[in-house]
């Protein structure tokens, strides 16, 4: 089995990474200022992916729907 962790749309990597850096701040992690993430703890960069995850699904979720209403987090 490949690993690809590649975006499926190219032009959704800038997308993505934004978000990440949002939901660092949320959380009142501190992200790098060099753009390397190898340095951080397991527990922080684990809880940016889940909480990316979530709001994704939950927009993924409100799409297939028709709901204009948005999500909650």
């Not at 501190?30 to 190898?38: E, F, I, S, V």
Request: net charge positive; aromatic share 6%.
């Amino acid at each position: 089995m490949a690993n690809n962790n590649s975006p499926v749309v190219r032009q959704a990597y800038r997308a993505l990474d934004q978000l990440k850096y949002e939901i660092a701040t949320e959380l009142g992690i501190q992200t790098p200022q060099d753009g390397y993430w190898g340095t951080m703890l397991t527990r922080d960069t684990g809880a940016i992916g889940g909480h990316m995850t979530r709001k994704l699904v939950a927009l993924g979720e409100q799409m297939i729907s028709g709901s204009q209403v948005p999500p909650r987090f």
